[in-house]
């Protein structure tokens, strides 16, 4: 699969550990060299911040995306290959989607949240079947698969939709990843009698 650019969600706080600004800079880092653009929500702050610096120090191409009242309150990165700013997070985030050939969630916070549960169930809907990973630095993530596998577990979810979202400890992984996976057909959704 052709991996031109990147979603990232992620936090626009730093978080209490250091390794989670040092994987952002590293992922922004680690698209740059491999001519990887990033899509993301625009800030300068917080791990937002750190990604983009880093991949537009390296040399990458940075896409922002955010809505016009979190602009308007001057957390938009001013220095970003090109910056949309738009009207709503609707907007903001079906923009990110349309931009990006893949998915990769670092730690954040319930924006970061929300933005990967949408777009987790758009791919299962088969709305936008592109790949999805979470960069799980220091076990992060883990309690959300936990949720996951309890979910599945509880019948609320299709073993099949769970593993639509990857995991891994290593960005590069994630990426080679993403580059094997084969295009995805449609996602088979609820049939009237398993509803």
Request: charged residues 20%; proline residues 6%.
């Amino acid at each position: 699969m052709d991996i031109r650019r990147i979603c990232v969600f992620c936090g626009s706080s730093a978080g209490q550990r250091p390794s989670y600004l040092s994987a952002a800079r590293a992922l922004g880092r680690l698209c740059a060299e491999e001519e990887i653009g990033v899509v993301y929500g625009g800030a300068s702050v917080g791990c937002m911040g750190a990604l983009a610096d880093a991949a537009l120090e390296a040399g990458g191409e940075v896409f922002g995306v955010i809505p016009h009242g979190l602009a308007a309150r001057e957390l938009s990165h001013p220095r970003l290959t090109q910056l949309h700013v738009v009207a709503s997070m609707h907007e903001r985030k079906a923009l990110m989607a349309s931009l990006a050939d893949a998915f990769i969630a670092l730690p954040g916070g319930l924006g970061t949240l929300e933005e990967l549960a949408e777009i987790a169930t758009w791919s299962l809907l088969g709305i936008t079947p592109k790949p999805i990973a979470l960069l799980d630095v220091a076990d992060y993530w883990k309690p959300l698969f936990e949720f996951l596998d309890h979910a599945v577990r509880e019948g609320f979810l299709r073993p099949e939709h769970r593993a639509l979202i990857g995991r891994g400890h290593d960005a590069r992984a994630l990426i080679e990843g993403f580059r094997a996976a084969p295009p995805r057909a449609d996602a088979k959704w609820l049939t009237p009698s398993e509803a």
